[in-house]
């Protein structure tokens, strides 16, 4: 399934992080769960480097 996919290249310790990010960016932001966890993976992905 492609949340689990999502998950395993989230570090486990970023993965609340991610899932808050995502869900605001769909439920406030209007984006669909897929834009909204594309753009919250990148965005966890280059704030952890």
């Given at each position: 399934m492609l949340d689990d996919l999502i998950f395993k290249l989230?570090?486990?310790e970023c993965q609340e992080e991610f899932e808050e990010r995502a869900a605001i960016m769909e439920f406030d932001?209007?984006?669909s769960?897929?834009?909204a966890e594309r753009l919250a993976r990148e965005s966890i992905?280059?704030?952890s480097k």
């Amino acid at each position: 399934m492609l949340d689990d996919l999502i998950f395993k290249l989230i570090p486990p310790e970023c993965q609340e992080e991610f899932e808050e990010r995502a869900a605001i960016m769909e439920f406030d932001g209007g984006l669909s769960r897929e834009d909204a966890e594309r753009l919250a993976r990148e965005s966890i992905m280059a704030s952890s480097k």
